[in-house]
């Protein structure tokens, strides 16, 4: 059944957490809705889980409202980035919750909740642990007992919350590839929300960037990281350095450097030209010309703090570590960058906000490839 | 075994709590049951199954109870309004849950049998439909509900503050109505709260001489309370009195150690285990 968002708004009294948000969620699809704090993510969340309610806009489940339902009855499994487990209850009881505050006609018996949270217990990997309180268990315990709590009552829907939020980063890894496969297993429709895009890119079938109570850009990861869609969507998703273009007759330039023919046929004097540090690779003889300021060497990848000859402008390249090493290169060294793409959002004239609608890629350094 | 400490001190301190405590508690209780002791058994025996003796006992701890468990109920209702709703005066009102506990008790005594004496305020209205509170049982209920009222509201409140909504949500959304998340949620978790304070208000109102003795009338086999029998007895004979000192004493022990034992039942989620 798919779950459709359509022209949701929530305004709070000083400002809007969400502004006509539309979204499809397919069935047994793994979403993300990637956004910082304040951009309204949270707020969808807790509108599909019934704790929130719109003031406009709708949201149905194969064509059935579900706003007119309260959270209890939408069957939806959530999960906090606090746990929120009932700490007087044991693990066993925790999971147990849901099966057992059911109404006597469609509450299971008593044994096949015993035999269902059994079986919870082993799918989260926390056999044995049944009898202790959430006071006994590690981060990454309880955030797998708050799991198996939602994934008792069997929900049509599984939300997350940021739920790694409070965990170690090797927890965190290590939980996230599991529920990766959870997810694999029982196909079971998944939104979780995270400020993280690294968590975001590697767990999600598809993510929805949010800013401001609106969604950026939805798509695959590939094509987020790859094709933003918009200026803040480019500087939001992993690195990316920014030019200022100016249109010179049929160029477009930045300072001395040259970006390339004009694309839009003289309608737009300025753009945003955002380029990844990998889309910049390092020359001896052509290109832009700069020198090399810092080398910071992350493992298999460095990065390169380099200024630019023309303008001063600080960009960053990343190289290969081999790469460096085999280059020989040292700080202060004089080379050449080529930029092999760049995401180039022309401003409107008038009002100068970007024209995400007119992105054009640009190949300043275009090579024979 | 010697460990060394972030803090150090802690035969100083554990030394210097010890002896404050066998000065100022134990010792006068020492001194209780020795002046107990120069009474008789048979004596004893005969004070203590006295029909006014039983009397007044009995509506020391029963009335305490009963005033306990009103406080209970009260309170929780009073903590939960001030923690989740927000309203015009409201700090207002938490200045005043606590003026039971500054008002000199004679005080409140007087107050209470002004109003609810015959010709009081609220008197001469509830004496006609037959509910006569001052001197009666119901007077000593009344006073010994009002010094014990803060007790519930102040252990339940800061539990209630630092209680997550989430709890109430997540209970939501795996199908609790709202009357299965309060009696299956909230209210284990403000158990050990809760009975803090009902021990803290029994404690208090077992105690309670001064707000009560006016509004009770003091009439022997019906309003008279243990405490006032003592002070009666002290004009008497001195060792009877503090016979019955050390019988409510013992009583009240037994009591606060029964309510500890639940509490920490009732808490023992909150237990790491090592």
């Not at chain 2, 010709?119 to 037959?130: E, K, M, S």
């Not at chain 2, 003795?213 to 022997?220: L, W």
């Not at chain 2, 243990?226 to 002290?234: D, Q, R, S, T």
Request: glycine share 8%; aromatic share 8%; proline share 5%.
């Amino acid at each position: 059944m798919t779950l459709l968002l359509s022209h949701l708004s929530r305004h709070f009294t000083d400002a809007a957490a969400l502004d006509d948000v539309s979204l499809a969620i397919a069935p047994g699809e793994f979403l993300a809705l990637l956004g910082s704090s304040g951009s309204g993510k949270t707020t969808l969340l807790r509108i599909l889980a019934g704790l929130d309610y719109p003031q406009s806009g709708s949201v149905t489940r194969g064509g059935h409202d579900l706003l007119s339902m309260n959270a209890r009855e939408r069957k939806v499994g959530l999960v906090f980035q606090h746990y929120a487990l009932f700490r007087h209850l044991t693990v066993t009881e925790n999971i147990a919750f849901g099966l057992r505050v059911r109404p006597r006609h469609a509450r299971p018996s008593r044994t096949e909740i015993t035999d269902r949270v059994e079986k919870l217990l082993k799918r989260v990997q926390l056999e044995g642990y049944g009898g202790r309180y959430p006071a006994q268990l590690s981060g990454g315990q309880r955030q797998r007992v708050a799991l198996a709590r939602a994934l008792a009552v069997e929900p049509d829907l599984l939300l997350l919350d940021e739920p790694f939020g409070a965990l170690d980063a090797q927890v965190r890894i290590a939980l996230r590839r599991w529920l990766r496969n959870l997810h694999e297993e029982l196909g079971l429709t998944t939104v979780f929300v995270t400020h993280d895009q690294e968590e975001a890119l590697e767990l999600a079938d598809r993510v929805a960037v949010m800013n401001r109570g609106r969604i950026e850009q939805v798509g695959s990861p590939e094509a987020i990281y790859q094709q933003p869609a918009t200026p803040f969507v480019c500087e939001f998703i992993g690195k990316v350095n920014k030019f200022e273009l100016q249109r010179e007759q049929d160029r477009m330039i930045c300072g001395a450097l040259d970006f390339g023919a004009d694309l839009w046929a003289k309608r737009y004097d300025r753009a945003v030209a955002y380029i990844r540090p990998e889309h910049l690779a390092l020359a001896t003889d052509t290109g832009w010309k700069a020198r090399l300021r810092h080398i910071y060497l992350a493992g298999s990848v460095a990065h390169l703090e380099l200024a630019l000859d023309t303008s001063e402008q600080l960009i960053e390249v990343d190289v290969a570590s081999e790469d460096l090493l085999r280059l020989g290169l040292q700080q202060g060294a004089e080379l050449y960058v080529q930029a092999r793409t760049a995401t180039v959002f022309p401003l409107a004239n008038d009002t100068g906000e970007a024209k995400s609608e007119d992105r054009r890629v640009l190949r300043p350094h275009q090579q024979p490839y | 075994m010697y460990r060394r400490r972030v803090l150090p001190g802690f035969g100083l301190s554990l030394g210097y709590t010890l002896a404050y405590l066998g000065l100022i508690v134990l010792l006068p209780l020492a001194a209780l049951a020795l002046k107990a002791s120069g009474l008789g058994l048979s004596q004893l025996l005969q004070l203590l199954s006295s029909p006014r003796t039983l009397a007044a006992l009995r509506l020391s701890f029963g009335g305490a109870l009963i005033a306990a468990v009103f406080n209970v109920l009260v309170g929780l209702l009073v903590a939960w309004v001030m923690v989740r709703y927000r309203f015009p005066g409201r700090r207002l009102l938490d200045a005043l849950i606590d003026l039971p506990f500054a008002l000199p008790t004679a005080v409140a005594g007087i107050a209470l049998t002004a109003i609810y004496a015959p010709n009081g305020w609220l008197g001469q209205w509830l004496v006609p439909l037959g509910i006569q509170i001052a001197y009666t049982p119901l007077g000593v209920l009344l006073a010994m509900a009002f010094v014990g009222f803060p007790f519930v509201v102040r252990t339940v409140q800061p539990v209630l503050e630092a209680m997550d909504r989430d709890v109430e949500e997540a209970a939501a959304s795996l199908g609790a109505t709202r009357l299965q998340t309060f009696t299956r949620v909230i209210l284990p978790m403000l158990m050990p709260a809760l009975l803090t304070g009902f021990a803290l208000a029994l404690a208090r109102a077992v105690g309670e001489y001064g707000s009560v003795i006016f509004i009770a009338g003091n009439i022997p086999m019906r309003s008279e309370i243990a405490p006032l029998l003592i002070v009666e007895k002290i004009e008497q004979e001195y060792a009877g009195a503090a016979a019955l000192g050390v019988v409510m004493l013992c009583f009240s022990f037994v009591l606060l150690i029964v309510i500890a034992q639940l509490q920490r039942w009732s808490g023992r989620w909150a237990e790491r285990s090592t």
